[in-house]
C-alpha cells in the first residue's frame, strides 16, 4: 500500500494498512482530510484484496465508532458492497467474537 511503504508497522513490518488506518497510527482528533485518507486506504486495500467478499464490508473498532463517516466515505468508494459499521459493543475486538459470546450465552448446550 503506497501510503504506507516507509511506516515501519507495530508487526514490524512496511507497508500494512494498519499504519494509515489504526488508532494509535493517527492523530487525535482527526481532520476531515484525514478521515478522508482513512477511508481510501481502506477501500484501495479492499479492493486489492482477492479474498475480500464481494458483496459486504464491515467496518470495525473504534476508529469506525468515533468517526462514523470514516464507514460512509468508505462505502462511496466501494459502490459494489454494502458497507456497515460492526456490531459489536465497545470492548469487544470483533463482531463475530460478540456474536459467538451471545450465542453461547443464550444455549451453551449447542456449542
Do not use: Q
Request: include cysteine; charged fraction near 25%; charge should be positive.
Amino acid at each position: 500500500m503506497a501510503e504506507a511503504e516507509n511506516v515501519i508497522c507495530r508487526c514490524g513490518n512496511t507497508g500494512c494498512l494498519e499504519t494509515v488506518a489504526a488508532g494509535w497510527a493517527l492523530p487525535s482528533p482527526l481532520t476531515r482530510d484525514d478521515v478522508d485518507r482513512v477511508a481510501r486506504a481502506v477501500a484501495r486495500a479492499v479492493d486489492a484484496e482477492p479474498r475480500a467478499t464481494p458483496s459486504l464490508l464491515v467496518i470495525g473498532g473504534g476508529l469506525a465508532r468515533r468517526y462514523p463517516e470514516v464507514v460512509d466515505l468508505i462505502a462511496v468508494r466501494v459502490g459494489h458492497r454494502v458497507v456497515e459499521p460492526s456490531a459489536a459493543p465497545h470492548g469487544f475486538k470483533s463482531a463475530a467474537a460478540w456474536g459467538l459470546r451471545a450465542v453461547l450465552v443464550r444455549d451453551p448446550l449447542r456449542a
